[in-house]
């Protein structure tokens, strides 16, 4: 198995969400706006809360195309990803991330999210993103540098061969900041949405520790700390020079990712919103030790580590745009080279408000919006039907869905958010659901039939406008 390229290991893998009812072309639909949820009885997990909130905004919704694309891809994590227990005597909940059968703890924090504004409305809802919690706890404490998980170690890891310290419970062992940070963002969302804190237990603590102690030494202001990683492979994006150890960098207060959110590894390794959004998690966690376990000692360790780091941001990672002025890079290392572009993937540039790590209006962030949505971005694509952000993992002209929806959920201007609503609406091919990209020129070309953080996130986007802006859907799109 461990021979497979991650491609054919996707496409095999998608035969099970076509039996789950998200193949594609809406094949499975019996006319043109049928639902293309798998039946009741197959789905993975019911929420009350969620089924009476697809049917309040459905009938909102005067688009019937825009309804049906609503209603299948809100429910898509539950009908499809989750499966729930007990673990350790604590509730359990293993979230997979579609056409893939691991864990991501970024894709399964994003699949959950935009259900955590219902959980005071369901028991079992709660319970399951309790669980989670629990399992991402859990999976720290495995491995902080892992960004990706099996649902136990009885089976061999997919990627056992990577030049790294793999073991059977990891999926895939790619140090990403954002995992760590994605954990901390569920931790803290349903503590304050529930007032429930029974998650932010002895382990929770143990694994936030472990969340500083891995950032501090990813830092590297004493040798390159103990995380390497190669792999035998032809793809430039899922390797790393230098021995596994990455591009050099200078020691300034930032943080190393080794790889991008999009699972690609990064060009210079301070990967710019990923450090945003560890200074909004530290003071997350500042928070959370501070008013549940009164720990101020390590709250302030935190507080002063997002310090650090934001210093840091202020000063080394702003570039002059010959255009724009001054933006946010996408990657910087400390010795005045910066990457100037933006990738699909969250974080990303165009998401920190939506992550809480920058205002929105901040000048600094809308000039960066302004080069992110641009041709100056270099990899922004304009196509017949849409344009908007891709990236080097599925390679040039592909138009991923997630920076439409995200360039919705972070803007404040109506034209802006009825616009990208129908991009998404032309460009789902048929299917119902959202993709990983899309050919700009031609959205029957699409890759990942089963992506279920793009659909839930185009979900969260239809009941934030059903929300803040109504009227929005209450007109054709």
Known sequence: MNKESRRDFIKKSALAGIALGVGAHGAIAKDKYSSNRPAPSSRKFTSRAVEKKIKEIKKAIADPELAWMFENCFPNTLDTTVETGTLKGKPDTFVITGDIPAMWLRDSTAQVWPYLPLLNEDEALKRMVLGLVNRQTACILIDPYANAFNKDGSEESHWKSDHTKMRNELHERKWEI??????????????????????????????????????????????????????????????????????????????????????????????????????????????????????????????????????????YAVAMHESKGKIIPFEVDGFGNRMLMDDANVPSLLSLPYLDAMDAKDPLYQRTRDFVLSEDNPYFWKGDKAEGIGGPHVGMHYIWPMSITMRALTSDNEKEIRKCLRMLKDTHAGTGFMHEGFHKDNPEKFTRSWFAWANTLFGELVMKTYNERPHILRNSI
């Open 178 to 315: 954002d995992s760590l940070c994605y954990s901390v963002r569920l931790a803290y969302g349903y503590w304050k949405r529930t007032g429930d804190a029974s998650c932010l237990d002895a382990d929770w603590r143990k694994a936030s520790k472990l969340i500083v102690q891995t950032f501090k030494e990813q830092q590297r202001k004493d040798g390159n700390g103990p995380y390497s990683f190669q792999r035998t492979t032809s793809k430039y994006e899922d390797n790393v020079p230098h021995y596994g150890w990455g591009n050099p960098v200078k020691p300034v207060g930032l943080i190393c990712s080794i790889f991008r959110p999009s699972d690609d590894s990064t060009v210079f390794p301070f990967l710019v919103p990923s450090n945003y959004f560890a200074v909004a998690s530290l003071r997350q966690m500042a928070e959370m030790h501070t008013k549940v376990h009164n720990d101020r000692a390590f709250a302030k360790e935190c507080n002063d580590l997002a310090d650090e780091v934001e210093e840091a941001l202020e000063k």
